[in-house]
């Protein structure tokens, strides 16, 4: 996917996230009702077994649903609904008497011949309205129904006062919260799907979801036991590490007595590196989320790929309904792909197109019933396996109508200039031809950011320059949102005389000229040449260690600490030879699925010698990103 | 509000709240004797007609948390629970715990002293919930001045407070509040969002006119400056259309589908372009106004002017938009934006060949020109310019391309035939 490599095509697909969202069903139809009693497997699959997180958490709902006694119908802020599925399925709801779902919105609750109403809610000020006016409406006629409010993940007092001035809060049996800090996603990754914990954090400077973020931490010591060693950098982490700090000596003389999972923890800020959210994803699962954005978990795609050929019939339906993909390392095929650059994706689809067609072929060679039976046991596997290859062959040519067009190559080609510091101090004709085209404006500014970011702040006429020429082709109402940019550090006006930028790249080589995308072996691979700062950083603390480096960190945002936490005797660990060192990457404000990408690759690499289980306050990308930073502009009903 | 106050205080009494101990022996804490009495006379909040005989009768259960059989858990994890029952209270976190416990009356903390100090404790626990409760009792308890000078040196309580004013859309307050800060600009860009919830157009104008004074940053007072204008104008022009909408010719052909209300600066040059082209300057919706009065760039004008007449299929005037006369009268054609993207959009716009082949031949890099003119069929650029380039083999090639005998196959045969062209190849 090299600016050399790309092909030209005279294709012209814009770029841009293509929206296949479905109205509300009246009932809610979610994740937890189509997955009937799917394990986690997936999440046990790593060094650290996550599902022990997940079994707590589902422990903690049991227990909840069991203090409602009686038949009861949840309705859920739909929002909720995906990070929950991935915690419990409807079959542990109906195990504990749940017998209805629904949607919350305002009116009047469904019929339903139950004892209790759970709204299962964030604590959102809109929602308590919402809620207010369903236990307002209540038919006075009927036998009356218990109502419980769950909030998720944490009860807020705005909220219940919110509910006490609508009148509501006297006939609620229960409010209480449920804990859900850190979702595991996969065997490797915890989320904590705070959507706004970075605008929080930087441009309203509210520090609620660090402390959040220091419980979940703590839950998670308290599950795999203290974390010897805290590495950060940047305000944030040192905020979070100064608080788990401060918990830790507040629970002093109750320490777990757990043998240490983690090794190392490493609490880093998204505003150290704001250049690589802003880069377009170049890995399988990257692309995916760039293009069609994967939520908890799953991902909505356009069908027309995926109609089903049936064997005799000439005509095939064309399909309506977005094809629903889950996507986690339990399935095979996409654990082995996920993390590859998109350009060698291709060959690997056809090498295992080959090994399964010859699976198959091996039943001509199944002679004796023994044979036959071998055969026979292998098939739902081998079935699994091939609808899975053809799932992904279909993503994959989905992905590729986008990535050979021009503007998908005009992008990137812009996109790695100001990574390599290509005429990053002047107005972009290309910036300027887009916005004269109209393209969405999320794609402007992530573009003018990047410059930004590159060049250590624009100069005052180019920064001038494209705000105007923003404000007058999409509204001045934007004028919001380039503030808000400003604030978060985002675009900035360049004060500083030199440019820093160039001198971090060289130091901590974050452009390599011969990325290899088929057989990496740099982290480089997972946007085409550029490494991306987080991780070197990740990798450099590894080995050789910070020192080495010190003059560079000066130069990035906010502070670098270590610290050291105590463990009671007899827990330290003795290490195996040969055996690996576990560190847990924090990424405070988001991570992006190419940077887990790049720390899955130093994981995996020989003699690495660590290996990295990543967390997150959210999965972002750089359209997500540039969106929860934007100021809300449309007008309340 | 009026009668649900029993139910409210069953819900508050029969509320979690977590257990703990007392330190007796800490008397260096002043608040601390003050803060058990408060543990022990729960009210909800600071409902003033609440008086000390209705918050005594509060259940409380001096037994650690673990063992409280019929309290909700609040912890993630079972495994946690434990800890937090041998948890030993300690002084910065004890009037947090206050709050925690969902149990809690600030009316002891009457002194300002007291009640700061009651806030720099809620703000070092860091939790937003315990900051928003004290700062909710500090609005009702403190006087604005007093409350937002304290705030200035407690930058943390401060952000909340101002996240707290935000979400409960207390727009008034905020304002107030920075303006005292001396967050004029903050201020000023909020002022300016409420302009957002006004519908009616003429009020959101005058809001408008009203913010130009705000003290903006230098550029965006320009911008705000610039938007008033904007929509002062609209205003005009939308009047004045919806009396043409009937009578002019132009709009009968080509109905409006939207108002141009709201609309954007280009997006209202294009309007103007389209339904208001050849006005004179001196007219509100006239382009040239438009474009002297926003100071819009040569480029955006030009791609914007042709993108409406090229849709209304007015190629004279496309033609007249890229003509310019040098000082001795010659024509020629000029344009701020490549020639190759003016093709582009004459193409999306159905031009036909003969309008398509003068932009072509006009794009300056040969091989550009080449591809487009073959993509669009502009059989004599492509063939003038393999003459011109004196590329036999070229010419060769593209004749296999064209249809036999048509006028341009026999125009590259006699190109082959002339014995006076020198070819390189």
């Given amino acids: 996917m090299k600016r050399r490599l790309a092909q030209y095509s005279t294709r012209t697909h814009d770029f841009e996230k293509h929206d296949h969202r479905s109205r509300d069903p009246p009932v809610c139809h979610m994740i937890l009702v189509s997955e009937g009693r799917k394990m986690a497997a997936h999440l046990s699959y790593g060094r650290v077994n996550l599902n022990i997180l997940r079994e707590a958490a589902r422990k903690e709902l049991r227990e909840f649903l069991d203090k409602c006694a009686g038949s009861k119908a949840i309705v859920w802020d739909e929002y909720l609904t995906g990070p929950f599925g991935l915690i419990a399925q409807y079959s542990l709801l109906k195990e504990h008497e749940v017998e209805k779902m629904f949607t919350l919105k305002p009116g009047r609750l469904p019929a339903a011949d139950v004892k209790n109403i759970i709204f299962f809610v964030r604590p959102k000020l809109e929602l308590m309205d919402i809620i207010a006016d369903n236990v307002a409406s209540e038919d006075k006629l009927r036998t009356p129904r218990d109502f419980h409010v769950l909030f998720v993940p944490r009860r807020s007092l705005l909220c219940e006062q919110r509910l006490k001035e609508?009148?509501?809060?006297?006939?609620?049996?229960?409010?209480?919260?449920?804990?859900?800090?850190?979702?595991?996603?996969?065997?490797?990754?915890?989320?904590?799907?705070?959507?706004?914990?970075?605008?929080?954090?930087?441009?309203?400077?509210?520090?609620?979801?660090?402390?959040?973020?220091?419980?979940?931490?703590?839950?998670?010591?308290?599950?795999?036991?203290?974390?010897?060693?805290?590495?950060?950098?940047?305000?944030?982490?040192?905020?979070?590490?100064?608080?788990?700090?401060?918990?830790?000596?507040?629970?002093?003389?109750?320490?777990?007595?757990?043998?240490?999972?983690?090794?190392?923890?490493?609490?880093?800020?998204?505003?150290?590196?704001?250049?690589?959210?802003?880069?377009?994803?170049?890995?399988?699962?990257?692309?995916?989320?760039?293009?069609?954005?994967?939520?908890?978990?799953?991902?909505?795609?356009?069908?027309?790929?995926?109609?089903?050929?049936?064997?005799?019939?000439?005509?095939?339906?064309?399909?309506?309904?977005?094809?629903?993909?889950?996507?986690?390392?339990?399935?095979?095929?996409?654990?082995?792909?996920?993390?590859?650059?998109?350009?060698?994706?291709?060959?690997?689809?056809?090498?295992?197109?080959?090994?399964?067609?010859?699976?198959?072929?091996?039943?001509?060679?199944?002679?004796?019933?023994?044979?036959?039976?071998?055969?026979?046991?292998q098939l739902p596997h081998m079935q699994a396996a091939r609808t899975s290859l053809a799932n992904h062959t279909s993503v994959a040519e989905l992905i590729k109508d986008i990535t050979t067009s021009d503007a998908f190559f005009d992008n990137l080609t812009v996109e790695q200039e100001f990574m390599t510091g290509v005429d990053t101090d002047k107005a972009n004709t290309y910036i300027e031809d887009c916005i004269a085209r109209k393209d969405p404006l999320i794609k402007i500014l992530r573009l003018v950011c990047m410059q930004s970011v590159c060049n250590n702040g624009l100069k005052q006429k180019v920064l001038d320059f494209y705000k105007r020429e923003i404000l007058q082709t999409y509204g001045f109402q934007h004028i919001l949102t380039l503030n808000n940019l400003e604030k978060a550090g985002l675009l900035k006006l360049q004060t500083a005389t030199r440019n820093n930028y160039p001198t971090i790249r060289k130091t901590l080589k974050l452009w390599m000229e011969d990325a290899n995308e088929q057989n990496p072996n740099d982290i480089s691979y997972v946007y085409s040449g550029y490494a991306p700062l987080s991780v070197r950083l990740t990798q450099l603390l590894a080995r050789p260690g910070w020192r080495s480096i010190e003059e560079v960190l000066k130069m990035l945002p906010g502070p670098h600490f270590e610290e050291r936490q105590q463990l009671p005797s007899g827990l330290h660990k003795k290490r195996q030879q040969g055996e690996n060192r576990i560190t847990l990457v924090f990424f405070l404000g988001g991570v992006t699925y190419a940077e887990i990408a790049a720390l899955r690759f130093l994981s995996q690499m020989e003699d690495g010698g660590t290996e990295y289980v990543i967390a997150t306050t959210k999965l972002i990308n750089g359209t997500s990103f540039i969106k929860s930073l934007m100021e809300r502009l449309e007008v309340p009903p | 509000m009026m009668r649900s106050k029993p139910d409210e205080d069953d819900y508050w009494n029969s509320s979690k709240f977590r257990a703990f101990t007392f330190d007796d022996d800490d008397d260096e804490f002043s608040t601390l004797k003050e803060s058990k009495r408060a543990v022990n006379s729960i009210v909800v909040d600071d409902d003033d007609d609440d008086d000390e005989d209705d918050v005594e009768k509060v259940s409380w259960s001096g037994e650690p948390v673990g063992t409280f059989p019929d309290v909700p858990s609040r912890s993630f994890a079972p495994e946690l629970r434990k800890p937090k029952a041998e948890y030993k209270v300690s002084k910065p976190v004890l009037l947090v715990n206050l709050v925690k416990g969902r149990a809690y009356s600030f009316e002891t903390f009457r002194s300002l002293?007291?009640?700061?100090?009651?806030?720099?404790?809620?703000?070092?626990?860091?939790?937003?919930?315990?900051?928003?409760?004290?700062?909710?009792?500090?609005?009702?308890?403190?006087?604005?001045?007093?409350?937002?000078?304290?705030?200035?040196?407690?930058?943390?309580?401060?952000?909340?407070?101002?996240?707290?004013?935000?979400?409960?859309?207390?727009?008034?307050?905020?304002?107030?509040?920075?303006?005292?800060?001396?967050?004029?600009?903050?201020?000023?860009?909020?002022?300016?969002?409420?302009?957002?919830?006004?519908?009616?157009?003429?009020?959101?104008?005058?809001?408008?006119?009203?913010?130009?004074?705000?003290?903006?940053?230098?550029?965006?007072?320009?911008?705000?400056?610039?938007?008033?204008?904007?929509?002062?104008?609209?205003?005009?022009?939308?009047?004045?259309?919806?009396?043409?909408?009937?009578?002019v010719e132009v709009f009968k052909k080509h109905p409006r589908k939207a108002s141009i209300l709201n609309m954007p600066i280009i997006t209202t040059l294009y309007y103007s372009c389209f339904y208001h082209y050849g006005e004179p300057e001196g007219t509100f919706s006239s382009p040239a106004n438009i474009r002297s009065t926003f100071k819009i760039s040569e480029k955006q004008y030009f791609l914007t002017v042709l993108g409406a007449r090229a849709k209304l299929k007015e190629w004279f005037d496309v033609d007249r938009l890229f003509t310019a006369k040098n000082w001795f009268g010659y024509t020629k054609k000029k344009s701020p934006i490549g020639f190759h993207r003016v093709v582009d959009i004459l193409q999306k716009n159905n031009a036909p060949v003969q309008v398509l082949q003068e932009y072509v031949s006009l794009v300056e890099d040969t091989e550009q020109k080449i591809s487009l003119a073959q993509k669009y069929k502009c059989h004599d650029i492509v063939i003038d310019t393999y003459k011109d380039l004196k590329d036999r083999q070229q010419l060769i090639i593209y004749q296999g391309k064209v249809e036999r005998n048509s006028p341009e196959d026999r125009k590259i045969q006699d190109l082959l035939n002339n014995t006076q062209i020198r070819w390189k190849n």
Avoid: W
Wanted: aromatic residues 6%; proline residues 3%; contains cysteine.
């Fill in chain 2, 113 to 247: 002293k007291d009640k700061m100090l009651l806030l720099d404790e809620a703000v070092h626990a860091n939790d937003g919930n315990v900051i928003t409760a004290v700062l909710i009792f500090l609005k009702k308890s403190l006087s604005k001045e007093i409350l937002s000078r304290e705030l200035t040196s407690r930058e943390i309580a401060l952000r909340h407070y101002i996240h707290y004013l935000k979400e409960m859309g207390e727009q008034k307050s905020l304002v107030e509040l920075l303006k005292s800060l001396g967050r004029t600009e903050d201020m000023a860009l909020l002022q300016y969002k409420e302009h957002l919830n006004i519908k009616d157009e003429v009020r959101k104008k005058e809001y408008l006119k009203a913010c130009i004074g705000l003290p903006f940053s230098p550029e965006d007072a320009s911008h705000v400056q610039d938007h008033y204008t904007l929509l002062e104008r609209q205003i005009i022009i939308e009047a004045n259309d919806k009396q043409a909408e009937n009578k």
């Fill in chain 1, 166 to 377: 609508k009148g509501v809060l006297g006939s609620l049996i229960n409010v209480d919260e449920y804990i859900l800090d850190l979702i595991p996603y996969d065997g490797d990754l915890l989320s904590m799907e705070s959507e706004s914990a970075f605008r929080e954090c930087y441009l309203e400077n509210d520090q609620t979801s660090l402390y959040h973020t220091a419980k979940g931490l703590m839950t998670l010591q308290a599950l795999y036991g203290t974390i010897p060693q805290i590495f950060g950098k940047g305000e944030c982490a040192r905020h979070v590490a100064n608080m788990m700090l401060r918990m830790k000596r507040e629970f002093a003389g109750c320490q777990t007595q757990i043998l240490p999972v983690f090794d190392t923890l490493l609490l880093l800020d998204r505003n150290v590196d704001l250049l690589t959210p802003l880069a377009t994803q170049l890995t399988y699962e990257g692309l995916i989320d760039e293009i069609y954005s994967i939520n908890n978990g799953y991902v909505k795609l356009p069908p027309e790929k995926f109609a089903q050929k049936k064997q005799g019939e000439g005509e095939k339906d064309l399909p309506t309904e977005p094809k629903k993909l889950q996507l986690n390392s339990a399935e095979e095929l996409y654990a082995e792909i996920r993390d590859k650059n998109f350009n060698a994706v291709g060959a690997a689809l056809s090498k295992k197109a080959k090994i399964i067609s010859a699976a198959f072929e091996e039943r001509h060679n199944a002679k004796t019933v023994g044979e036959i039976k071998q055969f026979v046991s």
